[in-house]
């Protein structure tokens, strides 16, 4: 699809958004809150129509053939949607009837096995962690045998252990042929993903994986650990040739495009209780970088 268009009012929520992902490939979504992600994701799973553009979902006409999609999307949205008074079973049995499926004994019950979530089946949604109601809305999203499922930050506010548990069912699921579209602030999940597109300002900035969005971003990046190290960002900020530096716990994040700017910058703070390392840019520095040239633009245009 291409062309994609969006608006709220003044508020155009998304620019000329095209993208292409292949079948049982997972695409992440980053962004800042505002970006569009949430925007984009709706209307690619039928729930808001363009207000311009062409392409298809699934085979589908984005523009007009909503309902059709639906039947074939599974969504997961950053808020837990389903019924907090109901159990684990009962939401699922309520969700499969929706669907309008058949066997639904069988499909809830495989859902349960799948999600590890038989043996609480009987306790109700709105007594789960973050991580058991994460489990369950995405057993309700994948019930009907969805061949796109779009994920809305589904991650967010749960445990470390409960994201990798998550993660490795994504991945199987990807195996199997759903295609997969979430959106994360997570960099490390970032990274799980078989391609990322960076969404800023309802257009896309950067796309590709993970090592190709780094490469392209034509960064310079130093690593400076020492006593005081990371305390130098405010003033290497400044600088000529500097056009990120930002601490990482002890450690400083030094990156620019211009190598020759960029050690010249740091040579007078090459002191010997301090260790300057070129490193390989992360996508966190790629990210903040981008973030900083829409805000010259905006300042520029201003």
């Not at 499922?149 to 990807?174: K, Q, S, Y």
Request: proline share 3%; hydrophobic share 40%; net charge neutral.
């Amino acid at each position: 699809m291409r062309g994609l268009n969006k608006s709220f009012g003044a508020l155009r929520a998304v620019k000329d958004f095209g993208i292409r992902v292949e079948r049982g490939r997972i695409c992440g979504f980053l962004g800042p809150n505002g970006a569009g992600k949430t925007t984009t994701l709706r209307m690619l799973c039928g729930l808001l129509t363009p207000d311009s553009g062409e392409g298809t979902v699934l085979g589908y006409d984005v523009m007009k053939q909503s309902q059709a999609i639906k039947r074939r999307v599974g969504y997961m949205t950053q808020k837990f949607s389903l019924y907090e008074d109901l159990s684990i079973e009962q939401n699922l049995t309520f969700t499969a009837r929706v669907h309008e499926l058949d066997r639904r004994r069988e499909r809830v019950q495989a859902a349960l096995d799948r999600l590890r979530l038989t043996e609480r089946r009987a306790q109700l949604a709105g007594n789960l962690s973050g991580g058991w109601k994460q489990r369950l809305a995405l057993a309700a999203a994948t019930l009907h045998g969805p061949d796109l499922l779009l994920l809305d930050e589904p991650t967010a506010g749960v445990d470390p252990e409960a994201r990798r548990t998550f993660w490795d069912e994504i991945h199987a699921l990807a195996a199997e042929g759903m295609t997969v579209l979430v959106s994360t602030h997570y960099m490390d999940e970032a990274e799980r993903c078989h391609e990322i597109a960076y969404v800023m300002g309802g257009r896309t900035l950067a796309r590709g994986t993970a090592d190709e969005v780094i490469d392209s971003s034509g960064l310079v990046t130093f690593h400076a650990e020492g006593p005081g190290a990371d305390r130098l960002g405010r003033e290497l900020r400044d600088r000529p040739g500097v056009e990120m530096a930002a601490a990482f716990g002890t450690v400083l994040h030094v990156s620019g495009r211009d190598r020759a700017g960029l050690e010249a910058a740091i040579a007078p703070y090459r002191q010997p209780h301090l260790n300057w390392t070129e490193t390989r840019p992360t996508l966190e520095d790629v990210f903040i970088q981008l973030i900083h040239d829409i805000d010259a633009e905006k300042a520029k245009a201003a």
